[in-house]
C-alpha cells in the first residue's frame, strides 16, 4: 500500500518533498555553523556532580558506540539508532564502572547531552565536543573522568579524513602521586596511508610528553590480518601492549 501511494506521487510532489529535505538539513548544519562558531576552544569541558577522586589504580574503559547522526546508523553497518542502544550502552557502562571512560563516534550532538544527563552525578569531568567542524562531523569522541585532571587537550590530525575532524585527544593525571596520560583516538578506516601518518603524529605527541606512562585508548582500525600495516603501526618504542596484541578495532 505504501509503495502504490508513493507511485502515485506527481513529479512536482516528488520535488517539493526533496526540496523540503534540502531546506531541512541546511537549517540544520546552518544551526550547527551558529553554534560551534562561538567555541574558542577544541573542546568543551563540562563540570560534572561528582567531586574528583584520588584513585591508585583507575580503570580505563574504551568504547566505539557508533552514534550516528540521523540514517547514518543504517548507511555505516547497519545498526539500530544510537536512542534505541543507549539504555543498554548505559547499563553496561555502569556495569563495568571505569574511573576513565574514552568514548569514540558520539556524532549525534545530542549524544553528549545524553551521557551527561546519565552519569552527571557518577564522573567529575565530561570532555565533549572535541575538534568541531562547522560545516560537518567534528571528531566524535568525548572522555569521562572521575580523575584530578592536570590537563587537557584535542589536536586535529594534519592529515585527515573528508568529512570529519578527526584527532587525538591527550588527557594528563594523577594517581598514587605520579602522572600519567591517556591520548584516546579513532584512526581513519580504509586508507592505511593516511593511518599511519596519524598514528606518527600520535607517536610524536606521546614522545614529548613527562609522565609515568602513557595509555593509548581508542579505534585505531588496523587490520591485523595486512602484514605491511601491521609493521607501519608498530609503536613498540612508546607503548608496551600490556595483554594482547592490537586488532581492527582495539
Known amino acids: 500500500m505504501a509503495l502504490g501511494a508513493a507511485s502515485r506521487l506527481s513529479w512536482r510532489q516528488l520535488c517539493v518533498a526533496a526540496g523540503i529535505g534540502i531546506a531541512y538539513q541546511g537549517a540544520r548544519i546552518l544551526v550547527h555553523r551558529v553554534a560551534f562558531s562561538n567555541q574558542t576552544q577544541n573542546f568543551i569541558h563540562v563540570k560534572g556532580n561528582a567531586e574528583e577522586r584520588n584513585i591508585a589504580k583507575p580503570t580505563i574503559a574504551t568504547w566505539n558506540v557508533f552514534g550516528f547522526q540521523a540514517g547514518g546508523n543504517y548507511l555505516y553497518g547497519g545498526c539500530t539508532p544510537f536512542r534505541d542502544r543507549f539504555e543498554q550502552i548505559a547499563q553496561t557502562i555502569r556495569e563495568q564502572n571505569p574511573d576513565i571512560l574514552v568514548l569514540q ?7 553528549p547531552e545524553w551521557f551527561i544527563a546519565e552519569f552527571k552525578n557518577d564522573y567529575a569531568h565530561f570532555f565533549i565536543h572535541n575538534g568541531p567542524e562547522k560545516t560537518t562531523l567534528e571528531s566524535g569522541l568525548m572522555v569521562l573522568t572521575r580523575c584530578p585532571v592536570k590537563s587537557y587537550d584535542f589536536t586535529p590530525f594534519t592529515d585527515n579524513t573528508p568529512g570529519i575532524r578527526r584527532g587525538f585527544a591527550t588527557l594528563t593525571f594523577d594517581a598514587a602521586g605520579k602522572t600519567y596520560a591517556i591520548i584516546g583516538t579513532h584512526l581513519i578506516s580504509g586508507a592505511e596511508a593516511i593511518r599511519k601518518k596519524q598514528l606518527e603524529q600520535i607517536r610524536a605527541a606521546a614522545q614529548k610528553l613527562t609522565c ?20 607501519n603501526a608498530s609503536m613498540d618504542d612508546v607503548l608496551d601492549y600490556y595483554s594482547l596484541p592490537p586488532t581492527c578495532t582495539n
Open 105 to 111: 563516534e558520539c556524532f549525534d550532538d545530542k549524544i
Open 212 to 231: 609515568e606512562a602513557v595509555i593509548l585508548a581508542g579505534d585505531t582500525n588496523i587490520n591485523t590480518q595486512n602484514p605491511s600495516e601491521v609493521a
